[in-house]
């Protein structure tokens, strides 16, 4: 399976307690992307990185969360001291280098909850 | 803040029906995506639009780009119980993947 792959699929953490997930993108896809699906809300966009780089973090919140995606591995997002709202589903998607038009591929998402 | 207001939120029909689903916009996207997602997992991309009246099929789905590129429409004819699911629209206005989603529509067709 050459998707998007993210991990761990599900994440129980304590209120305080850090999460990190991973997202390795598509083969040939140099672009992340991370979106948050809270309960009983859309799709929102939260950050869009190249390697090294990050380009758009327009939907991060301003503390406690961040991301990174280094020349080698993974890309992590990184929730600091987590707390019950941050219960959600986090979705990573790449795309090959950019275009209008160009499709995004989401992955299977990981479970976050907080308890 | 760009928004994508979907409608209707819920739909519920009998097998065989026909339906169609709404995206509109007061902005101006550069393409429009519809996608599907089941429970538990992630997003899966049925169509991208990207000219302004651009009408695409997918054998029973048809999907339409507004003139203006604001507003998009998918119809499903003769719905099946497997076309249950959640249908996401979403629209891109930069030069990457930032895509601004609506809120969805549960659809359930009973048999």
């Known amino acids: 399976n050459a998707g998007v792959m993210q991990n761990p699929r599900h994440l129980v953490r304590r209120r305080g307690q850090e999460a990190r997930l991973r997202c390795s993108p598509m083969?040939?896809?140099?672009?992340v992307y991370w979106y948050r699906q809270l309960p009983e809300e859309g799709l929102k966009f939260m950050v869009y990185?190249?390697?090294?780089?990050?380009?758009?973090e327009s939907g991060m919140p301003k503390e406690r969360f961040s991301a990174e995606f280094p020349k080698e591995g993974p890309s992590i997002l990184r929730i600091q001291q987590v707390v019950r709202g941050d219960s959600a589903a986090y979705f990573c998607?790449?795309?090959?280098?950019?275009?209008?038009?160009?499709?995004?591929?989401f992955g299977e998402g990981s479970w976050l909850t907080v308890v | 803040t760009q928004l994508l207001e979907q409608s209707p939120q819920f739909l519920s029909i009998q097998e065989g029906e026909n339906l169609t689903v709404y995206c509109n916009s007061s902005?101006?996207?550069?393409?429009l995506q519809w996608y599907r997602q089941e429970p538990g997992e992630g997003p899966v991309l049925l169509v991208t639009?990207?000219?302004?009246?651009e009408v695409k099929k997918l054998k029973r789905l048809t999907f339409q780009f507004g003139d203006a590129r604001k507003d998009s429409s998918l119809h499903i004819t003769a719905a099946q119980p497997g076309d249950t699911g959640l249908y996401l629209c979403?629209?891109?206005?930069?030069?990457?993947?930032?895509?601004?989603f609506g809120q969805g529509t549960i659809l359930t067709v009973h048999p």
């Open positions: 979403a629209g891109e206005s930069t030069s990457y993947g930032k895509l601004t």
């Open positions: 639009v990207v000219t302004g009246g």
């Open positions: 902005s101006v996207f550069s393409s």
């Open positions: 990185l190249q390697k090294e780089n990050i380009i758009d």
């Open positions: 998607a790449s795309s090959p280098p950019t275009g209008m038009g160009n499709t995004i591929y």
């Open positions: 083969k040939g896809h140099s672009h």
